[in-house]
């Protein structure tokens, strides 16, 4: 990037080989042409002054908290007719953070990613991304704009080749238009063998050269995985979202998808959100996580602090036995207090939230619940 | 031994060049069948060896071949049923016989009226895509088959009422007999009758041009940004959105696209014969050109090449069943899919081919020879 276009806070341009996070290694300036005038980070204070209205920055890696976050959500939440799927989902990530979002299944994780993406428009709260609104994005805008995404199910273009997947990620950088493509004019073999070229590094980076020509749907599970995130890399996003990628892994496996993502974050000084259960993986690599229980947020902090944290605990693992039979002896004393609580007192279920709320049996109205027992609002 | 190696390595240089990748080879297969049909049916038709029946069928087979590999674009590249193709060769035909009728008195040259009756059939057939692509494009599902259907339809009936008359220099067109016999007014068409008195301008070459270049635009759009993006959004219409494709920008590019090359195909059709009534574009036609696409192989365009060759070919050649050519199509089509997706068929294909195919067979034998004389295995 020449000098005179040099912003404040942008990544790029400001030292941070002061950080102690190895970013002094930038050998792969893959921003560097800055094609397509991806959106800068500005300065938090430049862009709200005092008013910032989402000062939540509490559990922002240090390095990241002089900048605005390069997400942040505030109070979001989709309905599906009554069902309430997210409720009051708020979120910071910053600039060059590598961000967890975990919970049990059907927890609302992938819906959230969803609603970043305007794949769902949320029903309630905002998305700010780069400090501009989302909202009247549709999923293509969001791309542009600089979030890219992979998938639980692996959606790769199945009949193209590797390297042509990695070629239309790359559709927005390359630069001709109908007639060229028609006639084959000197530009389209120019940026034709531009993007060739561009693709072949990507594919270098990630040690995939040798299956260039191979086709997609072809190619072994961990190599789709990795074909996937490369795709969405290839559009040079500022937040990487990752669904699950480590899902039908072993653990060598996942160790070394550790060590890619590492990567990922330290070579194209980009954010990354992930959503996933593998617990070493997570904890492992994530400087903050956010951890959701249907589809309320039951816990934020360093992979620490999640570790220790009680309601957690409770949520993947159930309530231990000493604190359930606390909760009866309470329950005994007072059964109306537990009879408004609407607990079901057994011992055989391992996750005791999950069971069938008596109360509303009790008061008459026939409790309206999912198939995971869960209450309908 | 030395200029052995050369030779090798300059046939794999040539390989390279013609059958480097899955681009390369289809462009060689497809542009070879044609160019050799051509040329093969240009000496049979000089040293008499072909009937004159045949002959008169030269321009529409080329015609038929240019419209299975644009329908090509949309079903097998785009992954989207259309069935109203014929309406976009009914636009381009009458189109290119008014253009041509137009022009007639000025320009006395019969290949630069055909010329610019080609060009004046593909605009408007792609202005006719755009109008019904618009609106459609960005639904998901049936619609466009549905859509495409009632257009094929909507076209054959306007074209059945309408009127278009030359008056001096001036064009007139109606809705009804008005224009009609009025002194000095020419009849270009005239309803449900059709166009009358065209000049044929349409040869053996020029058609064969015009489908070498429909074949060249599929084929670089294939291999190119916008191919890749049209095919992505087949495979994966949530990926593509999500890597920031434009679906709908994307599924118009293929579908006006084919829409021109039809309505240019049309109009290489329409100054093939004297007269030409609208009826022959009809629902029958859009089908017979998805017949031609889907017995080639949906997406595979020399076998679509093939298809139309030997479908327009057959029912002259043996004109005496022709009445049962609908039915035939129907019994071929329902046999061609459950033999392409039935996996105990295809497996016994495979094998078959593995037994004819030369560089199989090498492959096989080489590895023979490994497994037998792992000794005397010589360097390169």
Not at chain 2, 156 to 183: C, P, Q, S, W
Request: glycine residues 10%; hydrophobic residues 40%; contains cysteine.
């Amino acid at each position: 990037m020449a000098d005179d276009k040099i912003i404040k806070g942008d990544p790029m341009n400001t030292d941070i080989s002061d950080t102690g996070h190895g970013y002094e290694d930038r050998e792969l300036t893959y921003y560097d042409d800055n094609v397509g005038g991806r959106a800068v980070f500005v300065d938090a204070k430049e862009q709200w002054g005092d008013e910032d209205p989402y000062p939540d920055t509490t559990i922002l890696p240090e390095r990241d908290k002089d900048m605005t976050p390069v997400l942040e959500v505030k109070n979001l939440g989709i309905d599906f007719g009554g069902l309430t799927a997210v409720d009051n989902f708020s979120l910071a990530i910053g600039r060059t953070e590598i961000a967890g979002l975990i919970g049990p299944n059907g927890a609302g994780k992938t819906t959230i990613f969803n609603m970043l993406t305007k794949v769902y428009e949320p029903t309630r709260g905002e998305i700010f991304f780069n400090s501009k609104s989302t909202e009247g994005m549709n999923t293509v805008d969001i791309n542009k704009a600089g979030m890219a995404r992979t998938f639980q199910n692996i959606r790769l273009f199945d009949k193209l080749t590797v390297e042509e997947n990695i070629k239309v990620a790359l559709h927005s950088y390359t630069d001709y238009h109908l007639l060229n493509a028609v006639f084959h004019s000197p530009k389209y073999r120019r940026e034709e063998k531009r993007i060739h070229e561009e693709a072949m590094k990507m594919l270098e980076l990630f040690e995939m050269t040798d299956v260039a020509d191979h086709k997609a749907g072809s190619l072994p599970y961990g190599a789709q995985r990795r074909l996937e995130i490369m795709r969405a890399l290839a559009t040079k996003p500022r937040l990487l979202l990752l669904d699950e990628p480590a899902a039908g892994m072993n653990p060598s496996e996942t160790a070394e998808l550790m060590k890619t993502i590492k990567e990922i974050r330290d070579k194209f000084q980009i954010a990354i959100l992930l959503i996933e259960h593998d617990m070493s993986l997570v904890m492992g690599i994530c400087e903050g996580i956010a951890v959701l229980n249907y589809g309320r947020t039951i816990a934020k902090g360093t992979p620490a602090e999640i570790q220790s944290n009680p309601q957690v605990i409770e949520a993947y693992l159930g309530k231990s036995r000493g604190k359930m039979e606390e909760e009866e002896d309470i329950e005994k004393q007072d059964p109306e207090a537990a009879f408004k609580k609407g607990k079901v007192t057994s011992k055989v279920e391992s996750r005791p939230d999950r069971a069938k709320p008596a109360a509303d049996h009790a008061k008459g109205t026939p409790g309206k619940t999912d198939k995971k027992g869960k209450e309908i609002r | 031994m030395a200029e052995r190696k050369e030779n090798k390595a300059g046939a794999k240089r040539l390989r390279n060049i013609f059958f480097g990748n899955e681009y390369k080879k289809e462009a060689t297969i497809s542009y070879g069948i044609l160019i050799v049909g051509y040329i093969l049916l240009q000496l049979g038709a000089n040293a008499g060896l072909i009937g004159r029946n045949l002959q008169g069928q030269f321009v529409p087979i080329c015609v038929y071949i240019s419209l299975a590999i644009s329908l090509n674009l949309v079903v097998g590249i785009s992954g989207e049923l259309s069935l109203g193709h014929a309406g976009f060769m009914s636009v381009g035909a009458f189109t290119g016989i008014i253009v041509t009728r137009m022009m007639e008195a000025s320009m006395p040259s019969g290949n630069v009226r055909l010329f610019f009756a080609v060009l004046a059939g593909a605009i408007t057939a792609a202005i006719a895509g755009i109008i019904i692509g618009i609106p459609i494009l960005g639904l998901r599902g049936d619609y466009l088959a549905i859509v495409t259907l009632a257009f094929g339809e909507i076209v054959r009936n306007i074209m059945n009422v309408l009127y278009f008359g030359l008056d001096g220099k001036k064009l007139k067109f109606a809705f009804n007999h008005t224009i009609d016999g009025v002194e000095g007014n020419q009849r270009i068409i005239t309803g449900a009758i059709g166009a009358t008195g065209v000049t044929k301008t349409a040869t053996f070459t020029t058609a064969m041009l015009l489908t070498l270049f429909t074949l060249f635009v599929v084929l670089n759009l294939k291999n190119s940004k916008h191919g890749r993006c049209i095919m992505a959004v087949r495979d994966n219409r949530i990926a593509g959105e999500s890597i920031g494709i434009n679906v709908k920008k994307y599924k118009l590019i293929a579908f006006v696209v084919s829409a021109a090359l039809a309505g240019m195909a049309g109009a290489m059709f329409g100054q093939n014969y004297s007269t030409l009534a609208p009826l022959k574009f009809n629902f029958n036609t859009s089908v017979l050109i998805l017949v031609f696409v889907v017995l080639g192989g949906i997406g595979n365009i020399w076998g679509g090449i093939l298809a139309a060759t030997l479908l327009t070919i057959l029912p002259e050649a043996l004109r005496q069943f022709a009445d049962y050519r609908m039915l035939t199509y129907a019994v071929v089509l329902i046999v061609v899919m459950i033999c392409t997706y039935n996996p105990t068929i295809r497996a016994r294909a495979g094998m078959v081919w593995e037994k004819i195919s030369p560089r199989k067979r090498r492959k096989k034998k080489a590895e023979e020879a490994a497994d037998h004389d792992e000794t005397g295995k010589e360097e390169m």
